[in-house]
């Protein structure tokens, strides 16, 4: 069972990432990889992945606040269509980065799993946290987060997206009008490899 847990808040608009030649979003390229993963690609796109396909999948999306949007599913071109209809924060009320109650969240719904009749068991519960790192909002650390995940027997895999070098990135202006900016966008790998270690 697999939590994919995934940040869209305002700091994941930095332009770190190209795709066919083209610079993406920290949200878009994370869309790429994670629908890679779990459908597959072909062995003309690169080197081959298998899919996830035997493996149940959920998806939770977080900024400041974090949202349940599929259930664990065996439906993985479902989830990979909610995936890609995620988008990045764009009201001030809702934007940060509440990583801990993120995989607090996650943790919980891979806890509740219970088998079913005729159902494989579940062998290992794991979440894939795919984030900038830089926590500024919740009510729960992600220390204390990835402590409960421990605690949980749940295995937590950070990825950082992102660079710790000035980006471009797309604010608004007073009248609702992109503008890009180069500005130094937030990562902190050393949250994300002290979460993975814990569990």
């Known amino acids: 069972a697999?939590?994919?847990?995934?940040?869209?808040?305002?700091?994941?608009?930095?332009?770190?990432?190209?795709?066919?030649g083209n610079h993406v979003d920290r949200l878009e390229a994370l869309k790429n990889v994670a629908s890679k993963f779990v459908l597959g690609e072909s062995e003309q796109e690169g080197s081959p992945l298998e899919g996830r396909v035997s493996d149940l999948i959920g998806l939770i999306v977080f900024a400041g606040y974090a949202d349940a949007v599929t259930?664990?599913?065996?439906?993985?071109?479902?989830?990979?269509?909610?995936?890609?209809?995620?988008?990045?924060?764009?009201?001030?009320?809702?934007?940060g980065t509440a990583i801990g109650d993120a995989i607090s969240?996650?943790?919980e719904k891979l806890?509740?799993?219970?088998?079913?009749?005729?159902?494989?068991?579940?062998?290992?519960k794991v979440m894939i946290l795919l984030t900038d790192g830089e926590n500024n909002s919740g009510n729960l650390q992600p220390e204390a987060a990835a402590k409960f995940a421990k605690e949980m027997g749940v295995k937590v895999f950070t990825l950082l997206m992102g660079s710790p070098e000035g980006v471009v990135v797309t604010r608004y202006d007073l009248f609702g009008r992109p503008v890009k900016k180069q500005v130094k966008a937030p990562v902190n790998p050393t949250l994300l490899k002290a979460i993975a270690s814990a569990t």
């Open 2 to 20: 697999i939590e994919l847990v995934v940040d869209r808040s305002g700091s994941m608009m930095a332009l770190d990432f190209q795709i066919d």
């Open 71 to 95: 259930p664990l599913t065996l439906d993985h071109g479902y989830l990979v269509s909610q995936l890609n209809q995620t988008r990045i924060v764009n009201e001030r009320a809702e934007d």
């Open 105 to 107: 969240l996650a943790v």
């Open 111 to 124: 806890s509740s799993l219970e088998q079913r009749d005729g159902q494989q068991p579940i062998e290992s």
